[in-house]
């Protein structure tokens, strides 16, 4: 098991940018693939994770171009960078662990993830 603590979050005008981080604390971070997902009006959504070691990254379609997810494993952090952000990005935002160690394929789905931050609020004002 891991512990996830996510920051960054806040209040930004549209066509702004935030970056969120989150750090974890517990096993060997850089083994597993993480996540980040958003909630808004009670409906969750995938938008971004990272493989393990940073082989390769996905993305949602509604994100693509304006967000960036990166981690440091010396730090044991995964960041989003956001980018123009637009009032639909407004949502809570959660990162993730993967479940699986050396995960072959990058997961978009919430149950390839078993450890989950307590989220932070992106507000985007237009």
């Known amino acids: 098991q891991v512990r996830l603590v996510e920051s960054g979050g806040g209040l930004v005008q549209a066509g702004g940018s935030l970056r969120l981080s989150c750090a974890a604390d517990g096993r060997t971070f850089s083994d597993y693939s993480m996540g980040w997902f958003r909630q808004a009006s009670g409906k969750s959504e995938f938008v971004a994770a990272i493989?393990?070691?940073?082989?390769?990254?996905a993305y949602a379609d509604s994100v693509q171009g304006r967000f960036t997810i990166s981690r440091d494993d010396a730090k044991n952090t995964v960041y989003l960078q956001m980018n123009s952000l637009k009032p639909e990005d407004t949502a809570v935002y959660y990162c993730a662990s993967d479940t699986v160690r050396f995960r072959a394929r990058l997961g978009r789905e919430e149950a390839a993830y078993g450890s989950w931050g307590q989220g932070t609020q992106v507000t985007v004002s237009s």
């Open positions: 493989r393990w070691r940073s082989i390769s990254t």
